[in-house]
């Protein structure tokens, strides 16, 4: 729906995940796809993460849903436009990223785990062994490592914030040893309850940051 004219989250068709799926979108091992004019979201304020007073409950018979989109070091050629993605029990982008991977207007908010999670053990969550890069562009990564209010009724609709250090994780974007390209422009990293921008595990080939802003993170800003 307003394909290629859905910068506003009004304009984007809304999709749930629910019966505790793992993920709404699969984008594991594929290339050259596009996923656009998305909101994608949950009825459920909860995490997935028994470490929170607001766990979701154990099953399928729920409301809830993990992760937002799930990649793996096997992805490539692939461009998430014009994205919103709150409010789901884990990450809003979860695995590895392989060569090619575009995201452009991407707007994370409030995953109890973490914004993007790009730990990779050998194709998905663990050490990277294998990666690419990732370009991000035009996007904020908000609130990371907080239960959203379901229903979406304050100005700041979060219940239940965790860190690292209190049985979550809350990076806005983290990863494990890097490798590949990485390009950030005109992003925002803002109130995540861990650290902003996380790239310390270092290995990647070239890194370049600009036109954006980190703050307002509970730990390190970049």
């Known amino acids: 729906e307003n394909y290629a004219n859905c910068t506003s989250d009004s304009a984007k068709t809304l999709l749930h995940g629910t019966w505790g799926a793992y993920t709404v979108f699969n984008t594991t091992d594929s290339q050259f796809v596009d996923v656009a004019c998305f909101e994608v979201t949950d009825t459920a304020a909860c995490a997935m993460s028994g470490a929170y007073t607001n766990a979701c ?77 990732f370009t991000l562009k035009n996007s904020i990564t908000e609130f990371t490592g907080c239960v959203e209010e379901y229903p979406v009724v304050h100005n700041y609709p979060y219940i239940e914030c965790r860190d690292q250090n209190t049985g979550a994780y809350g990076d806005g974007l983290g990863t494990a040893s890097a490798t590949g390209d990485w390009l950030f422009d005109h992003d925002i ?21 600009t036109n954006s802003a980190s703050y307002g993170n509970d730990g390190q800003q970049f």
Do not use: E, K
């Not at 992805?75 to 994205?83: C, E, I, M």
């Not at 452009?104 to 993007?116: C, E, S, T």
């Open 57 to 133: 409950s154990n099953g399928s018979s729920n409301n809830a849903a993990s992760n937002g989109i799930l990649q793996s070091a096997l992805t490539a050629s692939v461009n998430y436009t014009d994205l919103f993605i709150h409010g789901l029990g884990t990450d809003g982008i979860r695995g590895a990223s392989g060569v090619g991977i575009v995201a452009d207007r991407v707007h994370i908010r409030a995953m109890p785990n973490g914004g993007i999670n790009m730990d990779d053990s050998p194709w998905q969550i663990g050490n990277i062994s294998v990666a690419g890069g």
């Open 189 to 209: 990293w803002r109130y995540n309850f861990q650290d902003g921008l996380d790239l310390l595990h270092s290995g990647l080939n070239s890194l370049t940051v």
